[in-house]
């Protein structure tokens, strides 16, 4: 009877996040914006993933974000040094943005929403994405997701870059973490 009890404690006990490692040669944080109409395509080089997730129990998990904003990388180097200037991301003053979950919401089988801020140039603004999560053989997940952001909203390319007729005022952020056991 004592053993019985002890195995229904321990069943009965909540499920704790696990916390996961990043393999950051497998994944990647993008982002598209329009200039003169045209879709240019980006990325960062360097970022820091947390994550503390149980898929069983989502409510209970939290992810960071944490992005290095002089590791952008627009495809050439003249316009990775142009964002980086204070109209720009700043990336001297603010060398990070930073997104950091505050609820996690499964939606379907494999499909969650992740609400939270997103940190960038110390301008917060509630941001909510739909994520995938694909299990990996070796016991991992692939968690990929888009999301939108409004370049205003952090005073990315202010002055002469403000008109959205020159670069547009959507970023189309994208996102794949492989999430190690």
Do not use: C
Not at 105 to 131: E, F, Q
Request: hydrophobic content about 40%; overall charge positive.
């Amino acid at each position: 009877m004592k053993r019985l009890s002890f195995l229904l404690a321990i069943l009965a006990m909540p499920a704790w996040a696990q916390d996961w490692k990043v393999d950051y040669g497998r994944s990647e944080i993008r982002f598209v914006i329009k200039q003169m109409n045209v879709p240019v395509e980006g990325g960062f080089r360097r970022f820091h993933v947390q994550a503390s997730f149980d898929a069983a129990k989502p409510e209970q998990g939290q992810f960071r974000v944490d992005v290095d904003m002089a590791g952008i990388d627009t495809g050439s180097e003249e316009g990775d040094g142009e964002v980086r200037r204070p109209a720009w991301l700043d990336a001297s003053r603010h060398p990070k943005a930073s997104f950091v979950s505050k609820s996690i919401r499964r939606d379907a089988s494999g499909r969650y929403t992740v609400a939270g801020d997103m940190i960038v140039k110390g301008r917060v603004r509630a941001l909510s994405a739909p994520m995938l999560l694909t299990p990996q053989r070796d016991g991992g997940w692939l968690a990929t997701g888009r999301f939108a952001l409004k370049r205003s909203d952090f005073d990315i390319g202010g002055g002469e870059w403000a008109d959205p007729s020159v670069v547009a005022n959507d970023i189309d952020g994208r996102f794949k973490i492989l999430l190690l056991p």
